[in-house]
């Protein structure tokens, strides 16, 4: 029997095992705790990504933080509480302490923190090999979901503009983090409670939207959910009918009978991943009186994503069950996180006076629908409800959901000041509509009438950060100011902080007469080149046009690739911009391809510079102040 085998049977046994506890009683019942998971971004001066969690992790040296699948993500686990009492003021506290330890930390390494659902200053070439951390469980499991997809991953997300993309590994992954709740459910309750908990999946997020950029894209108001399910879907188009369930998910319908059917499908459905030799054997654990870990149910649950995940754990001797609510994204702050965590929880309290069987009052399809739709389009989205009704969002959670999560957390013995303070926050930022990825939306606008497009988003993730240290909740804060990044130097260090990236490009199999007219047009003087194959191939300038058209050549059969510059000077993505302006003196060029991997990323001009130069001027003008007066 083969190792995959083993653990096959290991999975099957721990079913068994778990289904023996439930129906014995021996699932812990008449607690419940509250937990969380809280992922963050470690960053540079440079307000970009920065791979240093093991410098970190060591410095800490504390197990409660710990890694995620890139060197650039950290995760801090928080210390499970009774959910009760001034429980939600104590988890704030927890957790401010947790990153607070975790910043000072970084600031002694010249670094910084930052809570965001998906990091605005994030690039393509930040997801790459080396950066993947080096533990053997994410190592395995990008290897295998690599041979099951077998051709590279595809991300195709639109909202206001489009982003289309691929890559090699799952590394998309990273781009997400998340604040994952988990609240211990009484088993007899947990069917009840996990159908709810999808129910309220659309609601809850319509409200906490945190995630609008990925790669400079304006896509959905919480782009991770798409993100996330394309950056580790497995699937490949073919031709076949056969319908295949994406690893990450929503779900195709209710709990019915038992909780133990989220597992049931789970394993029927999908492939095992992670294979690890395990020495236990559940049954017989049981069989001698002892707590199963159920290790390799475990360890194949985490490699399911679903939205809302039932889990099994062993607490202080303990066997439980609880739900993760990996709905919620990080940030905008810490008081915003734990508001979000107060309604969820609240109206995981409240809501089975009410609804004591959602199946019976609501279609599944319509919590999935909810679900989608509040992730693309936030306090924006027209839910479907209970009963057939529908509602705005902003309307169902000031007049229904706060209403009901209130009297949840009173059920709770929650303080009444507690209630009001975090109720209070997600009533206002309904209210008014400001969510972060408003926020972060209404800022990037503001900024790119000011600024480059990469250089809003320095600034932008410059301004969350501060706005994070204060603490203010996200509704209260103003835009983002471009100066907040600092001096020209830093929001424009790089080379791909400047670039153009809205190209004209031509093929080399183009007529010279097309790439003419489309500079004559456009009023531009370069228009970069690309093969057949997509790659970067050469250049026009308009000298070369004017060469080839004063040479009286009136041919009416020369193409681009008989007169274009073969091997123009370029520079990555990654060149600083001084150099770049560097190369372009020394060289007398009039522009710089940028180019990665033999592909056209973008380009830079004597035009960009010139503009650059003016921003500049202003600031050291600014720093000297009104000229004195000289004596008479």
């Given at each position: 029997m083969n190792q995959s085998e083993k653990f096959t049977r290991q999975l099957l046994t721990d079913i068994q095992a778990l289904k023996k506890m439930l129906e014995s009683g021996m699932i812990e019942s008449g607690v419940k705790r509250i937990g969380a998971e809280q992922e963050l971004y470690i960053i540079d001066d440079s307000w970009r990504p920065s791979p240093s969690v093991y410098e970190l992790l060591k410095d800490l040296d504390d197990p409660r933080f710990t890694v995620e699948i890139a060197k650039f993500n950290i995760e801090i686990n928080i210390d499970p509480i009774v959910f009760?009492?001034?429980?939600?003021?104590?988890?704030?506290?927890?957790?401010?302490?947790?990153?607070?330890?975790?910043?000072?930390?970084?600031?002694?390494?010249?670094?910084?923190i930052i809570m965001a659902g998906i990091l605005p200053t994030i690039r393509k070439s930040d997801l790459i090999s080396e950066n993947l951390v080096d533990e053997p469980r994410y190592k395995v499991l990008c290897s295998v979901l690599n041979l099951e997809r077998a051709i590279s991953y595809e991300l195709r997300i639109r909202g206001v503009d489009e982003l289309i993309a691929s890559h090699d590994s799952p590394l998309f992954e990273s781009c997400n983090t998340s604040f994952q709740v988990h609240m211990q459910v009484n088993p007899g309750d947990a069917l009840m409670l996990y159908n709810l908990s999808q129910a309220l999946a659309g609601p809850v997020l319509a409200c906490a939207v945190n995630s609008p950029l990925l790669?400079?894209?304006?896509?959905?108001?919480?782009?991770?959910?798409?993100?996330?399910?394309?950056?580790?879907?497995?699937?490949?188009?073919?031709?076949?009918?056969?319908?295949?369930?994406?690893?990450?998910?929503?779900?195709?319908?209710?709990?019915?009978?038992?909780?133990?059917?989220?597992?049931?499908?789970?394993?029927?459905?999908?492939?095992?991943?992670?294979?690890?030799?395990?020495?236990?054997?559940?049954?017989?654990?049981?069989?001698?009186?002892?707590?199963?870990?159920?290790?390799?149910?475990?360890?194949?649950?985490?490699?399911?994503?679903?939205?809302?995940?039932?889990?099994?754990?062993?607490?202080?001797?303990?066997?439980?069950?609880?739900?993760?609510?990996?709905?919620?994204?990080?940030?905008?702050?810490?008081?915003?996180?734990?508001?979000?965590?107060?309604l969820w929880l609240g109206l995981m309290s409240g809501m089975p006076d009410i609804y004591p069987d959602i199946k019976e009052v609501m279609a599944f399809e319509d919590a999935k629908?909810?679900?989608?739709?509040?992730?693309?389009?936030?306090?924006?989205?027209?839910?479907?409800?209970?009963?057939?009704?529908?509602?705005?969002?902003?309307?169902?959670?000031?007049?229904?959901?706060?209403?009901?999560?209130?009297?949840?957390?009173?059920?709770?013995?929650?303080p009444p000041d507690e209630i009001d303070l975090y109720l209070g926050i997600i009533e206002e930022r309904v209210r008014t509509k400001r969510t972060g990825s408003s926020w972060i939306i209404d800022s990037f606008k503001s900024l790119g009438e000011k600024a480059l497009r990469q250089e809003a988003i320095v600034s932008l993730t410059a301004a969350m950060y501060k706005r994070q240290i204060k603490g203010d909740p996200v509704h209260m804060w103003d835009k983002a100011e471009l100066e907040e990044a600092g001096k020209w130097l830093d929001r424009c260090r790089f080379v791909d902080q400047i670039m153009s990236t809205d190209l004209f490009v031509v093929k080399d199999s183009d007529l010279i007469d097309l790439a003419a007219s489309i500079m004559?047009?456009?009023?531009?003087?370069?228009?970069?080149?690309?093969?057949?194959?997509?790659?970067?191939?050469?250049?026009?300038?308009?000298?070369?046009?004017?060469?080839?058209?004063?040479?009286?050549?009136?041919?009416?059969?020369?193409?681009v690739r008989d007169i274009m510059l073969k091997n123009p000077v370029t520079v990555s993505p990654e060149t600083k911009t001084l150099d770049a302006i560097s190369v372009m003196h020394e060289k007398?060029?009039?522009?710089?391809?940028?180019?990665?991997?033999?592909?056209?990323?973008?380009?830079?001009?004597?035009?960009?510079?010139?503009?650059?130069?003016?921003?500049?001027l202003k600031e050291i003008a600014d720093a000297i102040g009104p000229k004195s007066k000289g004596k008479k």
């Open positions: 009760g009492g001034n429980c939600l003021s104590v988890f704030e506290e927890d957790i401010q302490e947790m990153i607070s330890r975790l910043r000072k930390a970084a600031a002694d390494k010249g670094l910084k790669l400079g894209k304006r896509l959905w108001k919480e782009t991770r959910i798409a993100l996330f399910q394309q950056a580790v879907d497995t699937r490949v188009i073919s031709s076949y009918t056969r319908e295949k369930r994406a690893r990450v998910s929503f779900g195709t319908r209710w709990l019915d009978k038992t909780v133990l059917e989220v597992f049931y499908d789970n394993i029927a459905r999908y492939n095992m991943l992670l294979s690890p030799e395990l020495k236990e054997d559940s049954l017989k654990s049981l069989d001698e009186g002892n707590i199963p870990s159920l290790k390799a149910l475990q360890i194949f649950n985490s490699t399911v994503w679903r939205w809302n995940r039932l889990c099994y754990g062993v607490s202080e001797g303990q066997p439980h069950l609880r739900i993760e609510n990996r709905v919620l994204p990080s940030g905008p702050t810490v008081r915003d996180e734990v508001s979000n965590a107060a629908e909810n679900f989608i739709n509040a992730a693309r389009m936030g306090l924006d989205t027209k839910l479907k409800w209970v009963n057939g009704s529908s509602a705005d969002a902003s309307e169902l959670i000031l007049k229904e959901l706060i209403p009901v999560s209130r009297e949840g957390l009173r059920s709770e013995n929650i004559n047009w456009k009023h531009i003087r370069h228009v970069p080149v690309e093969g057949e194959n997509g790659k970067f191939a050469g250049l026009i300038t308009s000298r070369i046009i004017l060469k080839h058209y004063s040479s009286g050549d009136d041919s009416n059969r020369v193409f007398k060029l009039g522009c710089l391809p940028v180019v990665e991997n033999e592909m056209l990323l973008g380009i830079v001009t004597e035009h960009d510079f010139m503009n650059l130069s003016a921003n500049l």
